[in-house]
């Protein structure tokens, strides 16, 4: 299970990047749970998306559990309605 940080901003994002790629080399169906993350900016919206294509190209199986709406207004704040990151995650 892939458990987003209280806090995806740029400040974390670079040292969170290994952690998720190591998790999605080695497993086949990843989760995606948001139920701690509190402050999410841009980038972090970003490099959500970029996990989300990541993990599709890989050829695994993506599933999201979603508990938190920060992660929600961030997508409708930035106008996001990109097919990929709607299709998987909560809008």
Known sequence: MLKL?????????????????????????????DSQLVRIDTIGVQFILAIVTYILAQGKTLQYQSTSTVLQESIKQLGINDAILMQHLPN
């Not at 940080?5 to 290994?18: F, G, K």
């Not at 190591?22 to 990843?30: A, C, F, K």
């Open 5 to 33: 940080p209280s806090e995806l901003t740029i400040a974390q994002v670079d040292e969170y990047r290994v952690e998720v790629q190591t998790l999605v080399d080695e497993n086949e169906v990843i989760t995606i749970d």
